[in-house]
């Protein structure tokens, strides 16, 4: 299971009524198969606005797993009543502020630097979820992300 209990009270998206697992680590594109999959799982669960939203997460946490994680690996969703978790495991090491934490040096990269080519990623993703969060697992980093979903028919 990708959620424990103390997540799934967290985050409160009802009971878990599914799941799904793809492996990624083959995919020659994997934010696009990532952002397909979001649309294909989730198609009457959430409204177009709120898929697009979790394609756009989804497409971020991948790109990041490939370009600072040493590639994609699984790719597990779980879907509840109210929602959906999404977790992306890559071999690498988190480097970045936690969810949550304050960067060094303080705020928001798009602030301090407002014409980098990069540092909006976690900030992306802090404002589309409902809750996030990084994981250190054996076989290396697991970054989930929960969203609510309003807009389906269930």
């Known amino acids: ?26 995919c020659s594109r994997p934010a696009r198969e990532a952002r397909c999959l ?3 799982l989730l198609a009457g ?12 997460v989804v497409d971020e946490i991948v790109a990041n797993a490939a370009a600072h994680g040493g590639g994609v690996g699984m790719m597990e969703w779980e879907f509840f009543e109210e929602g959906a978790v999404v977790g992306v495991l890559d071999p690498g090491v988190w480097r970045g502020p936690l ?7 303080s705020g928001d990269a798009t602030v301090e630097a407002p014409l980098a080519e990069s540092g909006r990623g976690l900030t992306l993703i802090a404002g589309f979820t ?13 970054v989930l992300a929960a969203f609510r979903l309003t807009g389906g028919s269930r």
């Open 45 to 56: 669960r959430g409204s177009e606005d709120e898929i697009c939203e979790v394609a756009l």
């Open 130 to 142: 409902t809750w996030w969060t990084v994981r250190e697992v054996t076989s290396g980093t697991l």
């Open 38 to 40: 979001a649309h294909t």
């Open 99 to 105: 969810p949550g934490a304050a960067s060094p040096g």
């Open 1 to 26: 299971m990708l959620t424990t209990s103390e997540d799934r009270r967290a985050v409160r998206l009802g009971e878990m009524v599914g799941a799904e697992r793809r492996d990624l680590a083959s």
